[in-house]
């Protein structure tokens, strides 16, 4: 028994002597009788140990309440004002027109009145031509003496089928072509007058431009014709007129 008493000494005094060697140095324990209660801080323990004593993750927690709406962002600024899209159109492309001299009435298919009156006749196709503000001449093609003047859409008569009395006048401004880039405008604000193509554009600017092509009749002889396209576009119309009847097809 007073040999390990010498012994442990012997060893006490030889650490003391070691000094900061000691405490300089990390010693793996293997036992927990090695460690005595309270003498262990967590800085002294490694960060993988450190971990293993946190624990599982808990689990989430409840989701907070809504967090009040934030102001108004400024307006941004104004985008770029979008390509103006073509003007549609006024009914048909084409429509048919007849007149016995008592009635004229306008369809978008063949045509015929029985000649009222052995007096006036005509007999011609309706065709788009574009908005009045572009309005370019009138151009036809075809056999026969084609005649023509144009529409102007100020009146719906001018585009919508129907047959009307020539008791009272249109309701739409219409004009006979001169042959000289003039129109002699029979019916609407100008009425009286001789209107050029830029006049027309001008004034009739935000309506839309028909051109009737087609021929007239006393009433008494037979003409015949044919309306093959109008300002580029394709009709392929006949027209005749004769002692009993104004008809297009």
């Known amino acids: ?18 000094g900061g060697a000691w405490a300089g140095k990390r010693y793996v324990i293997t036992s927990s009788a090695q460690v005595k209660n309270g003498s262990l801080k967590l800085a002294d323990l490694s960060k993988g140990a450190r971990h293993a ?38 009914g048909s492309v084409a429509n048919y027109e007849v007149d016995n001299g008592s009635s004229w009435a306008l369809a978008n298919m063949p045509l015929a009145l029985k000649n009222a009156s052995a007096g006036y006749e005509d007999a ?25 003047n144009i529409w102007i859409t100020d009146g719906s008569e001018a585009f919508t089928p129907g047959e009307h009395s020539l008791s009272s006048a ?11 880039g003039t129109f002699y405008m029979s019916t609407g604000p100008h009425a009286g007058e001789t209107l050029t193509e830029a006049q027309i554009r001008a004034d009739f600017a935000g309506f839309e431009a028909y051109a009737w092509v087609g021929v007239t009749s006393n009433g008494t002889s037979s003409v015949t014709a044919r309306v093959s396209s109008v300002n580029g576009t394709k009709v ?8 009993s009847t104004a008809a297009v097809n």
């Not at 006490?12 to 002597?17: D, F």
């Not at 309706?126 to 151009?139: C, K, L, R, S």
């Not at 392929?236 to 002692?243: F, G, Q």
């Open 1 to 18: 028994m007073k040999r390990t008493v010498l012994a442990l000494g012997a060893i006490a005094l030889a650490l003391s002597l070691a």
């Open 53 to 90: 004593l946190n624990g599982a993750r808990g689990p989430a927690g409840p989701a907070g309440p809504k967090g009040n709406t934030g102001a108004t962002g400024a307006q941004g600024p104004k985008g770029d004002t979008g390509l103006q899209g073509p003007r549609g159109l006024q």
């Open 124 to 148: 011609g196709v309706v065709v788009d031509v574009g908005p009045a503000a572009n309005f370019d001449g009138i151009t036809a093609t075809g056999t026969g003496t084609l005649l023509d």
């Open 170 to 180: 249109a309701d739409f401004s219409y004009g006979f072509d001169n042959g000289n």
């Open 236 to 243: 392929d119309s006949d027209v005749t007129l004769d002692s």
